[in-house]
Each structure stands twice: as structure tokens, then as C-alpha cells.
């Protein structure tokens, strides 16, 4: 199993507190490649993609418009 | 194939301009912000990382002179796609739009096309006032010469475009800003969907059945079509069976999927986000008399903007603007059924 997180030091939180996940690009349940686009984070109107780290199914566990900081844990990637 | 992969209008707009550029080395992007921004609604996102400067060009804030630039460029051989930031700003550029991009064929006896692509942002909602929210889908429909084309998904947004760069002739392609899936932009379920990752076209002029019914006729396109959906939603709960057509393109327009549907319900709303007088509703209510009036079991409804600039107050914009309740009761009003309280 991996995580699928936002890196850490994306952005810095003195200046930016927190940002949103702005959309999923697989549903819950879905199998996926490594380093398949996975969702796009937004912080301060800027747009960072999170890629897949390792291949299997994808468990989401922020949703869509959910609040993140570098380094949160967005999803799971679960092996088979 | 990644067929499970759900992209959002703006990536699946930006997916077929890159595919396309690939393919064709006459393929190139020029307009304001659409470079190290990536097009103020994204439809360019990821382009210049990929091409370069040479093709994926920021230009001045001068519609005339780059919508000028990308007729000539098309005239000489290539296939340029020209984004106008939003509609609303065609005023300044309207001759190159006009008497150029869409007659040029014609004045050149068909010795010149016009193989160009002019991609502009449409739609309200969301307080941008009078200059920044209209769809003006009729002010390009009207004049002969050019395709207009407005998705309302994701799929068809990238296999439309991909129609479009192919095309010979110039094509409009507008896009609404409410569907695009920017963070800054609530859009609906439905907007994003899966889309496969090679490249493949959808042909102008054939509408898409969104949601079968046999009661009543919903005729629209691009954002309306998710209101309509709403609205068939919630009639459903009453009995009422509600079919939705997606046109997907205005020129060319589908009119025998129009007729037909309507031959089968004989009720008919049309739904459009541009402004009522002069326009869609009118065309597609004219196309059906014109052909047969006795298809029509009921008169027949248009839900459409009010013939005023759109304000800037929210509640006055959301009073004004077309939504689901409007779009039911018009239903409800071609069954003789009471309106919603």
C-alpha cells in the first residue's frame, strides 16, 4: 500500500495556511497506473498535479473540495 | 486505453490541442494569457512546457490584430487556434471574426480556406457583470460562414475540438466558463467525465439524447444542458418523462434529431442561456412549424436570458438567469400541470 500525498514544502504555510483538493481525475475503487495524474491540489489560484506513486486501486480519502497542507495524506493506493 | 480516467472540460480542451499539435506541425495556439498561465479557464494548460514559445504564443491585449494574424496564418497553410478571452470582447474584433474569417472562402472564389479555430470563454453566473457573462451564441450563429460549436462535457469537449483543428473552415468553439471544473468555479457533476486518452473526433451537427423521455421535448446546449437535467430530474419524481437534447453544435444545427423527438413527445421547451429575442429558441421553434405545426400537441415554451445586459448583482443575475425551476415549469406549463409553488 501508498500513500498518495501532497508533497511536502509544495507551498509554504506561513504564507498560504491551506489549500483544496480541486478535482479527482479517477473515482473511488479505480485502477490505476503509477504515475498516473491523480488529482489536482490549489493553493493561492496555483495548480499543482499529484501523480500516482505506485500502481493498484485507488482509495480516495479527501474528497473533492477537502482542505490540505503540504504533506497530507489524500489518498491510498491499495495493492491489486 | 485508460478509459476509467475522469478529466474535466479544460484538460480534455488542453488533451486535444496537444494531441493535435503532435500530429500536425502547423497546429499552434496564440492569445492572451494562454502561454505560462495556461489560458485564464485552463485550456491551455501544459502547452508552452511542451511546445515552446514558437508555438504556444502570448499576445498583447489586441483581439483585432491577432484574430487578424491567425486568419492570414490559416489563409497561408496553417492551422492556428486563436483563443478570444471571453465573447464578450468580439466587439473590437468583429471585422476580422466577421468579414474575414467566415467569407474569405467565399470572396476567394475557394481558393483560400480558413482552417482556424477561434476557442472564447462564455457564460454567467457567477457576478462578472454585463462585459464578462454572455454566451452570444446567436450572434455567431447567425452570419453564414463560420461552424459554432459548445459542449457540455468533458468527452465532447475534447472530441470536438479535435473536429474542430481538423476542420478546413473556421470554427467557433465556445466554452462555458461553469463547466470548465476550475477550483474558483463551482461546476456540475456531470461536466467531467471519462475520457479516453487517444485521440478521436465527434462530428458537427449531431445532437446527443442526454436523457430519454417521451412527455415533453428539452432542446438546449453547453450549461443549460445540466439545468435541463435538474429540471427532468425533479419531474420525474412528478411522472413526467422529460427528453433532453444536447445540440453539442449550433452550425451545423441537428434539426432532424429536434423533429423527431418532438414527433414522439409533441411538447417542446427550448433552453438556452443566450438572450431570447432573435436566437436559438426562436430558430428551433421555427425549424419545428416550419416542418410540421401539427407535431406540436401544446404550445410550445422558451426558457431563455430576459433581453437585458446581465447585472452584476448576484440575486439579480441569479433572477435573471435560466435555472432548473424556470425550465420544470415550462414543462409543467406545456402539460397544463400547476407550476412549483
Known amino acids: 500500500m501508498a500513500d498518495v500525498r501532497v508533497p511536502e514544502g509544495l507551498w509554504d504555510v506561513a504564507k498560504i495556511p491551506e489549500g483544496v483538493v480541486a478535482n479527482w481525475f479517477f473515482g473511488d475503487g479505480s485502477r490505476i497506473e503509477e504515475g498516473a495524474t491523480l488529482a489536482e491540489v490549489v493553493a493561492e489560484k496555483s495548480s499543482f498535479d499529484i501523480t500516482a506513486p505506485a500502481a493498484g486501486t485507488l482509495r480516495i480519502v479527501v474528497p473533492k473540495d477537502g482542505v490540505v497542507t503540504p504533506g497530507s495524506v489524500i489518498g491510498r493506493i491499495e495493492d491489486g | ?36 498561465y495556461g489560458g485564464i479557464f485552463g485550456a491551455t494548460q501544459g502547452l508552452l512546457e511542451e511546445f515552446g514559445e514558437e508555438r504556444v504564443r502570448d499576445t498583447p491585449i489586441s483581439e483585432t490584430a491577432f484574430i487578424g494574424a491567425g486568419v492570414g496564418a490559416a489563409m497561408s497553410g496553417m492551422r ?115 475520457v479516453p486518452e487517444e485521440s478521436y473526433t465527434i462530428p458537427f451537427g449531431e445532437a446527443k439524447v442526454a436523457r430519454e423521455g417521451k412527455d415533453v421535448t428539452i432542446v438546449t446546449l453547453s450549461m443549460m444542458v ?62 419545428v412549424v416550419e416542418t410540421d405545426p401539427g407535431l406540436l400537441r401544446a404550445a410550445p415554451r422558451r426558457v431563455a436570458y430576459p433581453n437585458i445586459p446581465i447585472p452584476y448583482s448576484r440575486p439579480m443575475e441569479q433572477f435573471a ?17 400547476k407550476k412549483a409553488a
Open chain 2, 1 to 36: 486505453m485508460d478509459s476509467n480516467r475522469i478529466l474535466t472540460v479544460s484538460r480534455a480542451m488542453a488533451e486535444a490541442i496537444g494531441q493535435e499539435m503532435k500530429r500536425d506541425k502547423n497546429v499552434f495556439v496564440m492569445g492572451e494569457d494562454i502561454g505560462a
Open chain 2, 80 to 194: 492556428p487556434i486563436v483563443e478570444l478571452m471571453f465573447v464578450d470582447f468580439f466587439g473590437v474584433c468583429m471585422d476580422a471574426i466577421y468579414n474575414l474569417a467566415a467569407k474569405n472562402v467565399y470572396f476567394s472564389g475557394g481558393h483560400f480556406k480558413v482552417p482556424m479555430v477561434l476557442m472564447t470563454a462564455t457564460g454567467g453566473g457567477y457576478s462578472d457583470a454585463g462585459q464578462h457573462s454572455q454566451t452570444l451564441h446567436a450572434t455567431f450563429a447567425h452570419l453564414p460562414g463560420l461552424k459554432v460549436v459548445a459542449p457540455s462535457n468533458a468527452y465532447d469537449a475534447k472530441g470536438l475540438m479535435t473536429s474542430a483543428i481538423r476542420d478546413d473552415g473556421p470554427v467557433l468553439y465556445m466554452f462555458h466558463k461553469g463547466l470548465q471544473g476550475l477550483v474558483w468555479m463551482a461546476s456540475p457533476e456531470g461536466a467531467a467525465t471519462p
Open chain 2, 226 to 287: 445540466h439545468r435541463a437535467l435538474e429540471a427532468a430530474g425533479a419531474l420525474a419524481g412528478e411522472g413526467v418523462e422529460a427528453e433532453v437534447i444536447d445540440l453539442r453544435t449550433l452550425v451545423p444545427l441537428d434539426r432532424e434529431a429536434v423533429l423527431s423527438s418532438v414527433a414522439k413527445t409533441g411538447r417542446l421547451v427550448v433552453v438556452d442561456e443566450d438572450y431570447r429575442s432573435f436566437g436559438l429558441t426562436a430558430e428551433i421553434l421555427a425549424t
Open chain 2, 321 to 337: 438567469l435560466p435555472d432548473a425551476a424556470k425550465i420544470a415549469d415550462a414543462v409543467r406549463e406545456t402539460l397544463d400541470l
